[in-house]
Nanobody
Framework: VQLQASGGGLVRTGGYLRLSCAAS????????MGWYRQAPGKQRELVAS???????NYADSVKDRFTISRDNAENMMHLQLNSLKPEDTAVYYC???????????????WGQGTLVTVSS
């Protein structure tokens, strides 16, 4: 499975961006997909995830501001980022995984990610 994130950029506080993730390779081995981010000096964290059936989950810090979606026919995933804050500044990575026994086993094929910078 290969994943390529894109769509980052520089925006002002309150602005918006739409990130995209293109999946390729053994895509039949993908169940859940998710967006992670890593801010300078901080650990990588899961921001949002979505199952193959469209069930979504969000970190509390982005709930009601970010929206995750996926297009299984196009092997794409998106993250709409609204009402951006300076603390959302980070490199955003997409991830994919398989589910087994109710758990998600993430592939962690991070790639380069895409940088989101929110100015105050």
């Amino acid at each position: 499975v290969q994943l390529q994130a894109s769509g980052g950029g520089l925006v002002r506080t309150g602005g918006y961006l739409r990130l995209s993730c293109a999946a390729s390779g053994n895509i039949f081995r993908i169940d859940d997909m998710g967006w992670y981010r890593q801010a300078p000096g901080k650990q990588r964290e899961l921001v949002a995830s979505i199952t193959g059936g469209g069930i979504t989950n969000y970190a509390d810090s982005v709930k009601d501001r970010f929206t995750i979606s996926r297009d299984n026919a196009e092997n794409m995933m998106h993250l709409q980022l609204n009402s951006l804050k300076p603390e959302d500044t980070a490199v955003y990575y997409c991830n994919a995984g398989r589910t087994s026994g109710g758990r998600v086993f993430w592939y962690n094929r991070w790639g380069q990610g895409t940088l989101v910078t929110v100015s105050s």
